[in-house]
């Protein structure tokens, strides 16, 4: 349930978004969090939809434990032909060069299985993060080719 809900079979990723967003404000009551969605559901290809929502679920597990961010805007949208999720806060923020330069990567953060899941899945994913300003975290994918209006396969995705 955690890694899959069945909500997204039933209602898909704008309505699983919406719960997860509102039980994650009943758990941690001192983050607020601004969704917005600008596209309709039948632009998310079904492939991408537990991808999606796992790197929202990760980047807000990594907000609530290392960020001491008040407010996350999260942000869903197609853009022509490229779909785009973008997860902001305003939370201390940290030094990510001296992240990519420890030995294994990205430890304790999961920020590499967000990476490791955007690009396996066909996307590009970027970090901007600095002390004392906060977190970007965006992922996005070419909706053409393989991608079209309504995806295919159902999200099995890693």
Known sequence: MALRPSILDDLGIVATLNWFCREFEKVYSGIRIEKQV????????????TVVYRIVQEALNNISK????????????????RLE?????????FDLSRIRSEKEGMPG??????????????????????????TQIRASWSC??????????????P
């Open 38 to 49: 600008d596209l309709r559901e039948e632009e998310v290809p079904d492939s991408l939809k």
């Open 66 to 81: 290392h960020s001491a961010a008040k407010n996350v805007k999260i942000h869903l949208s197609k853009e022509k032909s």
């Open 85 to 93: 999720l973008r997860i902001e806060d305003d939370g201390q923020g």
């Open 109 to 134: 953060f999961g920020l590499t299985s967000m990476k490791e899941r955007t690009e396996l899945s066909g996307g590009a994913f970027t970090i901007t993060s600095a002390m004392g300003k906060g």
């Open 144 to 157: 053409l080719g393989d991608f079209g209006p309504t995806g295919s396969g159902r999200g099995d995705s």
